[in-house]
């Protein structure tokens, strides 16, 4: 087992080196009409529309008189949220240039630091670690649209790759992120539940 950071940066030089060849490939296309489709597509993940989803769902639900929505609603939320904030941790302690600004020879890799440039904060990916956590949220609560939920997710994360907003080794990292997130509020949920419950 790797016990220094230098052993782990050079386990995962060959992910790395993988990270550097798919951007070389995507790179010179990130500007072309159809990987701008991609990218609103992908706008999905971030923070405001995730949230206005959570939020959408849990209305839709008081309208109809519905609580499990609601309660997937709130649970979605609360789900981003946990993620948001651990994606948020890492990306202040780890500087990592996105690829569409470091096909110029600036370093691929991921370094230990805290600059807060927009892009300096390649890893983890955002995007994909929100998207895994709502889909995870919706599904423990909906568990018959798993697969369409967790499908969902995957494309946002995906798409972060030929639009050169984050390397394959980011949106790894953050489905690592959402899917922790969602399992430790799924969890924490199903305890109160259990915990609330009368004998």
Not at 28 to 39: A, I
Not at 101 to 118: I, M, N, W, Y
Not at 154 to 163: D, E, K, L, M, N
């Amino acid at each position: 087992m790797p016990d220094t950071t230098e052993e782990i940066a050079q386990a995962a030089e060959p992910l790395f080196e993988l990270d550097r060849k798919a951007r070389d490939l995507l790179h010179p296309h990130y500007r072309t009409p159809l990987v701008r489709v991609l990218r609103v597509i992908g706008e999905a993940g971030d923070q405001p529309e995730l949230r206005l989803l959570c939020a959408g769902v849990a209305v839709a639900g008081v309208l109809r008189g519905d609580l499990k929505m609601v309660r997937a609603g709130a649970r979605m939320l609360l789900a981003h949220e946990v993620a948001t904030a651990a994606k948020s941790a890492v990306k202040q302690s780890v500087d990592r240039w996105r690829p569409r600004s470091s096909a110029d020879g600036k370093e691929h890799r991921p370094q230990a630091g805290g600059d807060r440039d927009k892009e300096l904060s390649s890893f983890p990916s955002g995007h994909s670690a929100g998207a895994l956590a709502v889909a995870g949220a919706f599904a423990a609560e909906y568990p018959q649209h798993r697969g369409m939920a967790l499908a969902a997710a995957g494309v946002v994360g995906a798409i972060q790759v030929p639009t050169c907003a984050h390397y394959p080794s980011d949106v790894l990292a953050g489905w690592g992120v959402g899917g922790a997130s969602a399992g430790l509020v799924n969890w924490v949920l199903a305890r109160v539940r259990r915990g609330t419950e009368t004998p």
